[in-house]
């Protein structure tokens, strides 16, 4: 007899953990399934996303810092670089964080499947493991299989030479001591912050003019210039002949051109910040070649839907393999929720797990606000930081308002000239008709923490007038909220 629950989940990454959380909270039972090996919940980010990256980016911050004590008076002598050790630190944080996720789920009393979970009926979920197969019956239905990594034709991984986010979180021997990124979104301006600090030689390709393609362009340009001022080389409107790649004795070697020449081709990806909309890219005709000890591809991830066996149910999914959801994460099936990666979007752990949490709501018969993608905070954790979330001035303009912008550099913010980071910027965008905040654009010291301040006002319909009113404790890096706040209201003090 199959066993009943009033919510089975397939996938236990954030937006599969979390929301079983809340379903409990809720007074739901519930069932949450996870394929992965040795059934570790926590999706990409706890295993190979977000904790371990973040893990390695904390080493490589450290390092830079060791290194460049002596203008702070501490002298360390020759810094050593012990890759495995960071390795195993990174594991440590993974191992611990996939406990509590454990722990979590038996004190909110989650029944934990370990299998590959697909739909035999709308409401009956099939669990296969090397065990055997179960079936469990489900009043409701969350799928959380969110993304993996994805390539171009040609550019196969082989987790040596050729290799994606998950072979590097994953390593723990060596790292290239020189590495060519194809592509700079999160994943290669990440990497490539962190390989720099590695002593690694970095050189970043991207198809597009400009790095961070999807944030403000003065994020992109002050990006660049930081870069390439730590020996970063960096190469927009370039586009990598995937068709041209060699494997040498020490690496690989690929052949690189103007992104403009050529015919333009579309690509495999699935998504990534796109949310469906193709990259562009194509034959690099001519051109230089460019050689390293490994070739990082960052050109976006795909939705993993294809164990689900979708056909059975009415769920409709686009030809990118996003799920079609309205704002409570309802799929076109009755009772069949969808969240996270898989639903598109920014593509976000915090995102993926707020998602989680309004489906996890709505079935259960509460009234949560819809989703509203305006009030995502975006976060890149190279160095330096960048966040973001709403619009831009111009997208703010594509949209019909009458948009102004007002910026203050952390330059003239004490605290960061104490820590060392005196680059950057935070920006404000309003509404000139009504004071709304439309979004907010950060790029320097911590500005991952200091974007919520802006979220949170946004949420509560807040003004730049009221941020500016609140009190920043002094010294403090979030005086920098404080102070783009009073320059949109055409009054900073400290510049
Ligand atoms: C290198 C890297 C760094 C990142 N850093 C950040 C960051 O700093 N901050 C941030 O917000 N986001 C970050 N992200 C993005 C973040 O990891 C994802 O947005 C988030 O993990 C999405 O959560 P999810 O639950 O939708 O999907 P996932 O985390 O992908 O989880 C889906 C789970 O479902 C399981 N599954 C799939 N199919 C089935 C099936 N049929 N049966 C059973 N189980 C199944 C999978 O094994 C997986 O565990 C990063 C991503 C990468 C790759
Ligand atoms: N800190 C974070 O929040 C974080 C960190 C890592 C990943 N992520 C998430 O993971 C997802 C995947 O990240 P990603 O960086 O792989 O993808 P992405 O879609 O964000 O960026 C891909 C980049 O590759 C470029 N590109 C595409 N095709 C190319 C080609 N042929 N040659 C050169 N450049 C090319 C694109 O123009 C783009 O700039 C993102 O949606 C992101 O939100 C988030």
């Not at 009943?4 to 236990?12: A, E, H, N, Q, S």
């Not at 991984?157 to 592509?183: A, C, H, M, Q, R």
Request: charged share 25%; proline share 4%.
């Amino acid at each position: 007899m199959a066993e009943k629950f009033d919510l089975v989940i397939i996938g236990g990454g954030n937006a599969g953990y979390i929301p079983a959380i809340r379903a409990s909270q809720l007074g739901m039972k519930v069932a949450l399934i996870e394929k992965r090996e040795g059934g570790h919940l926590g999706g990409t980010c706890l295993n190979v996303g977000c904790i371990p990256t973040k893990a390695l980016l904390q080493t490589a911050h450290l390092l830079h810092d060791a290194k460049n004590g002596e203008e702070f008076g501490v002298k360390t002598g020759e810094v050593e670089f012990d890759y495995p050790q960071a390795a195993k630190r990174r594991e440590q944080v993974v191992t611990q964080l996939r406990r509590g996720v454990q722990g979590l789920m038996k004190k909110n009393k989650v029944t934990v499947y370990n299998g590959v979970g697909s739909f035999v009926e709308p409401k009956k979920i099939k669990v296969e493991n090397g065990e055997g197969t179960e079936e469990l019956e489900a009043e409701k239905v969350l799928i959380s299989t969110g993304s993996a990594v994805n390539t171009l034709p040609g550019l196969e991984f082989d987790g040596e030479k050729v290799i994606s986010s998950d072979d590097i979180v994953t390593n723990n021997e060596s790292y290239p001591k020189s590495v060519i990124i194809l592509g700079s979104g999160a994943v290669g301006v990440e990497f490539a912050s962190m390989y720099k600090d590695f002593g690694t030689e970095v050189t970043i390709v991207e198809i597009l003019d400009r790095l961070v393609p999807l944030e403000d362009p003065e994020i992109s340009e002050a990006l660049r210039k930081s870069f390439e001022k730590r020996g970063i080389n960096v190469m927009t409107g370039t586009k990598a002949d995937p068709e041209s790649l060699e494997k040498t004795d020490s690496g690989v070697k690929i052949k690189i051109a103007s992104a403009d020449s050529g015919e333009k081709e579309e690509t495999k990806g699935e998504g990534g910040s796109y949310g469906g909309e193709d990259p562009p890219t194509g034959d690099a005709d001519g051109g230089d070649t460019i050689e390293a000890e490994a070739l990082l591809v960052a050109v976006g991830r795909k939705t993993v839907t294809e164990d689900l066996n979708l056909d059975v149910t009415d769920v409709e999914i686009n030809e990118r393999g996003i799920i079609q959801v309205d704002g409570y994460g309802q799929t076109a099936a009755d009772g069949i929720y969808a969240a996270g990666d898989v639903v598109g979007g920014y593509w976000l752990a915090h995102e993926a797990g707020h998602e989680g949490i309004i489906a996890a709501e709505h079935m259960a018969g509460e009234d949560p606000m819809p989703m509203d993608r305006s009030l995502v905070p975006r976060v890149t954790y190279c160095r330096p930081e960048i966040a973001s979330f709403g619009l831009t001035k111009a997208q703010a303009e594509e949209e019909g308002y009458e948009a102004k912008e007002a910026k203050f550099p952390f330059q003239a913010i004490g605290k960061a000239l104490i820590e060392g980071e005196p680059n950057g910027f935070f920006k404000i965008v309003t509404d000139a008709e009504t004071d709304m905040i439309l979004g907010m654009h950060a790029i320097g010291p911590k500005v991952t923490d200091l974007i919520t301040e802006g979220v949170f006002a946004k949420l509560v319909e807040g003004t730049p007038e009221e941020i500016a009113m609140t009190i920043h404790p002094h010294p403090s890096l979030s005086e920098v909220v404080g102070e783009a706040a009073m320059a949109a209201e055409g009054h900073p003090i400290h510049f």
